[in-house]
């Protein structure tokens, strides 16, 4: 199911009208979308798809033969019948074939080369580099695994480096893109999403489920998905993470295990996994920089080359809950099913909160403020944080996220500890408070007192705007 995603077919078919010869990487999460995109493009265009499954190079030939002749016979004199000995071959009558009318085509899963036949990265590169500017060829490449694509053309040993003309970057849809989402195919009360968008992200192929298993309770729904003996979802970490990761997983799981448990510091995740300090560090850098599965974050008001004040979490809301509630309940699961859910109930409106948090924060981003701040983001010294802090040389809003449902007088109770707080940070300004809740009694009154007041129906409807100011 093809949703969204305007602004990237805008660009493919912006790479397809430059003259001459184009390479192009799609790369993402496995689910995300990659070739549901690939496949909307191709289909006004001439273009051959090829998914480069892990068999035996003659098994590809013969079934990328048949695409060409399904795709190409009728640009193809009667006596061509197209047979290939190697993957060269094809890569070369493409090229050639293009000299004539453009021609896209796509590999998908395309790091599966590597098991195939790890030489033909060499052959690609000399083919490319000997005829692309004779040739009219949009070249599509799609990987899922992120960090063996990056290493596939980033790396400078590798033969690819520097081939790539484009990058298209396909990250999972927003909170209020998965909501639309969701609706279109399913009436899901905006409450009731939020916990689910808390399990499953902004994944498409996961908000799939959905219309499935949602009938009137989202914890139900997530029982279904995650803890029952046959849930759907409850091996998929461990199913995209291990290829991902390879032989080295255990030492990547531990670490998005203890981050995910909330030890996010390098000390705290160093005592949890009993890693020497030094390992944790190169291991966080990978899944930082690498494999893009953590994000690094610093208080809003340090400089973040300079501060020690580093604190990580998992970039990804769908394996933030599976290592968080799955992955750490394995044995349990295997036991007793029915007590593991019991406990996650306890537990997982805290977690929503912080999900909640997330949203807002984009939230924010998204109001008018009265100017442009300079940053956006959370603040946090000792045992004392604040949930959204936004600020430029003269201003300075401060937000606190509450996952409940407040009254007038829990609104007051939470908006003098945020001045008290306001008093600890290190800028100087016209200051305003807000307060972002579940649901957020009399928000006309605190409005009136100056108070930037919302729950989530102004998130869910009022993202782009704040009419209050």
Same mark, same amino acid.
């Given at each position: 199911?093809?949703?969204? %995603?305007?602004?990237?077919?805008?660009?493919?078919?912006?790479?397809?009208?430059?003259?001459?010869?184009?390479?192009?990487?799609?790369?993402?999460?496995?689910? !995300?979308?990659?070739? +549901?995109?690939?496949?909307?493009?191709?289909?006004?265009?001439?273009?051959?798809?090829?998914?480069?499954?892990?068999?035996?190079?003659?098994?590809?030939?013969?079934?990328?033969?048949?695409?060409?002749?399904?795709?190409?016979?009728?640009?193809?004199?009667?006596?061509?019948?197209?047979?290939?000995?190697?993957?060269?071959?094809?890569?070369?009558?493409?090229?050639?074939?293009?000299?004539?009318?453009?021609?896209?085509?796509?590999?998908?899963?395309?790091?599966?080369?590597?098991? *195939?036949?790890?030489?033909?990265?060499?052959?690609?590169?000399?083919?490319?580099?000997?005829?692309?500017?004779?040739?009219?060829?949009?070249?599509?490449?799609?990987?899922?695994?992120?960090?063996?694509?990056?290493?596939?053309?980033?790396?400078?040993?590798?033969?690819?480096?520097?081939?790539?003309?484009?990058?298209?970057?396909?990250?999972?849809?927003?909170?209020?893109?998965?909501?639309?989402?969701?609706?279109?195919?399913?009436? *899901?009360?905006?409450?009731?999403?939020?916990?689910?968008?808390? +399990?499953?992200?902004?994944?498409?192929?996961?908000?799939?489920?959905?219309?499935?298993?949602?009938?009137?309770?989202?914890?139900?729904?997530?029982? +279904?998905?995650?803890?029952?003996?046959?849930?759907?979802?409850?091996?998929?970490?461990?199913? !995209?993470?291990?290829?991902?990761?390879?032989?080295?997983?255990?030492?990547?799981?531990?670490?998005?295990?203890?981050?995910?448990?909330?030890?996010?510091?390098?000390?705290?995740?160093?005592?949890?996994?009993?890693? &020497?300090?030094?390992? *944790?560090?190169?291991?966080?850098?990978?899944?930082?920089?690498?494999?893009?599965?953590?994000?690094?974050?610093?208080?809003?008001?340090?400089?973040?080359?300079?501060?020690?004040?580093?604190?990580?979490?998992?970039?990804?809301?769908?394996?933030?809950?599976?290592?968080?509630?799955?992955?750490?309940?394995?044995?349990?699961?295997?036991?007793?099913? %029915?007590?593991?859910?019991?406990?996650?109930?306890?537990?997982?409106?805290?977690?929503?909160? &912080?999900?909640?948090?997330?949203?807002?924060?984009?939230?924010?981003?998204?109001?008018?403020?009265?100017?442009?701040?300079?940053?956006?983001?959370?603040?946090?010294?000792?045992?004392?944080?604040?949930?959204?802090?936004?600020?430029?040389?003269?201003?300075? *809003?401060?937000?606190?996220?509450?996952?409940?449902?407040?009254?007038?007088?829990?609104?007051?109770?939470?908006?003098?500890?945020?001045?008290?707080?306001?008093?600890?940070?290190?800028?100087?300004?016209?200051?305003?408070?807000?307060?972002?809740?579940?649901?957020?009694?009399?928000?006309?009154?605190?409005?009136?007192?100056?108070?930037?007041?919302?729950?989530?129906?102004?998130?869910?409807?009022?993202?782009?705007?704040?009419?209050?100011?």
């Amino acid at each position: 199911m093809f949703y969204d %995603r305007e602004r990237e077919l805008e660009k493919l078919n912006e790479v397809y009208s430059f003259p001459g010869s184009s390479f192009l990487v799609i790369y993402g999460r496995r689910r !995300v979308g990659k070739t +549901a995109l690939a496949r909307e493009f191709l289909s006004d265009k001439l273009g051959l798809y090829f998914f480069v499954g892990e068999k035996d190079e003659a098994l590809l030939l013969e079934e990328y033969s048949r695409e060409i002749e399904e795709k190409l016979s009728r640009y193809l004199p009667p006596y061509v019948k197209p047979k290939f000995g190697s993957l060269e071959e094809l890569v070369e009558f493409l090229l050639d074939y293009s000299r004539e009318r453009k021609l896209v085509v796509v590999f998908d899963e395309f790091q599966n080369f590597r098991t *195939v036949k790890p030489s033909f990265f060499s052959s690609l590169q000399r083919l490319w580099d000997e005829k692309k500017e004779t040739s009219n060829l949009m070249l599509i490449v799609i990987g899922s695994y992120v960090g063996m694509i990056k290493r596939i053309f980033m790396d400078r040993k590798e033969p690819l480096f520097g081939r790539v003309d484009e990058w298209v970057k396909l990250k999972p849809f927003d909170f209020w893109t998965s909501f639309n989402f969701v609706r279109s195919l399913v009436d *899901v009360p905006p409450k009731d999403f939020v916990e689910l968008y808390s +399990a499953l992200g902004g994944m498409p192929r996961y908000l799939l489920y959905v219309p499935r298993y949602y009938h009137g309770g989202s914890l139900e729904a997530l029982k +279904a998905l995650f803890f029952d003996e046959f849930a759907p979802l409850r091996e998929e970490g461990l199913n !995209v993470l291990k290829l991902e990761f390879g032989r080295f997983y255990r030492a990547h799981f531990s670490i998005l295990e203890a981050v995910s448990l909330g030890y996010v510091t390098p000390k705290e995740i160093s005592d949890k996994t009993g890693m &020497k300090l030094l390992t *944790v560090g190169k291991y966080l850098s990978e899944l930082t920089n690498h494999f893009e599965y953590l994000k690094r974050e610093v208080p809003v008001t340090e400089n973040p080359l300079k501060t020690r004040k580093v604190a990580y979490r998992i970039s990804d809301e769908f394996f933030n809950f599976w290592f968080r509630f799955v992955y750490h309940n394995y044995t349990a699961l295997e036991e007793d099913p %029915r007590r593991v859910f019991e406990r996650f109930k306890t537990e997982f409106p805290a977690f929503v909160g &912080k999900t909640y948090e997330r949203i807002a924060l984009d939230f924010v981003r998204g109001l008018d403020l009265g100017f442009r701040p300079e940053r956006v983001g959370r603040w946090w010294q000792g045992g004392e944080e604040i949930d959204v802090v936004a600020y430029d040389r003269k201003n300075v *809003v401060l937000f606190e996220v509450k996952w409940r449902d407040l009254s007038l007088r829990d609104a007051r109770k939470v908006l003098n500890s945020l001045e008290r707080k306001a008093e600890l940070l290190p800028l100087k300004g016209n200051y305003r408070f807000g307060i972002i809740a579940r649901e957020l009694e009399d928000k006309e009154e605190l409005r009136k007192e100056g108070v930037l007041a919302f729950d989530l129906s102004d998130i869910i409807h009022q993202r782009l705007q704040c009419p209050f100011l």
